[in-house]
C-alpha cells in the first residue's frame, strides 16, 4: 500500500514489448496499462498462456485498489519470482515501476531458459532491463484520476442529464429501462462540480452516486 492518488499521476501510453538474450537464456518484457487490480491479473494470465512453454513468467503490478484510480484508493503493488530465486525477478521487475513512478501499470517478463546459470546478479539487471525496455517502448503518458458517477433520472429528465453529461465529453454509458441510467466516468477533480450541476438541473430530481 502506499499515499493517496496524486492530482496527476504517471502510466502507460499502450502495450510495449522487448526481447533480449542473455548467454543463451531468451527474456522477454511485456508491459500494458491496467485501470484495475483485475485487468493487471487478466494481462499476467493472458501472457502466461502465451508463454506456457516458458521457463519463468515474472508478474509486477502497480495499480490503485477500487475504482482505477479514485484519489481515496490506495496503491497496491504486487510481484513475484514465479520460481527464481528469491528477489532476484520479481523485485527487480517492480522496482522499475517504482522508480519510474508508474500507476496502473502491468509487466510480465518471460524467460526461457539457456542453459548457463545467470547468478543473482545477473537475473537482477536482465528482469530490470527486461522491464525498462517493455516500459520505454510502451511510453508513457500524464492522467488525471477518475471516478465512476451512477446518475438515475426519470424519463422527463433523461434529456437534460444527458445534454450536461454529453456537454462535459467525459465517457459515459447509458441504459433505459423504467428509469433512465447514466455511468459516467468523469475527473475526480470535477466530479462534485458535475454531481451540482445535475441535481440543480433537475431540481434534485435525479439520483447521483
Known sequence: MSDPAPETYRTLAGRGEAAFEVHGSEFIGHAAPASDVEGAEAFVASVEA???DATHNVPAYRVREGDSTLGSG??????????????????????????????????????????????????????????????????????????????????????????????TGYEFEATYEDVVRFEVRAPVAESDGLRDRLRSATSGRADVS
Open 50 to 52: 502465451e508463454y506456457d
Open 74 to 167: 490506495m496503491l497496491r503493488e504486487y510481484s513475484s519470482d514465479d520460481g527464481e530465486p528469491s528477489g532476484s525477478a520479481g523485485k527487480p521487475t517492480l522496482n522499475v515501476l517504482q522508480g519510474q513512478e508508474l500507476e496502473n501499470v502491468v509487466v510480465v517478463v518471460t524467460r526461457y531458459y539457456g542453459g548457463t546459470n545467470l547468478g543473482v546478479g545477473g537475473l537482477v539487471r536482465a528482469y530490470s532491463r527486461a522491464a525498462k525496455e517493455a516500459v520505454a517502448d510502451a511510453g508513457s503518458v500524464e492522467e488525471e484520476p477518475h471516478e465512476s458517477l451512477s446518475v438515475v433520472a426519470a424519463y422527463d429528465d433523461s434529456g437534460t442529464v444527458r445534454g450536461i453529461i454529453e456537454s
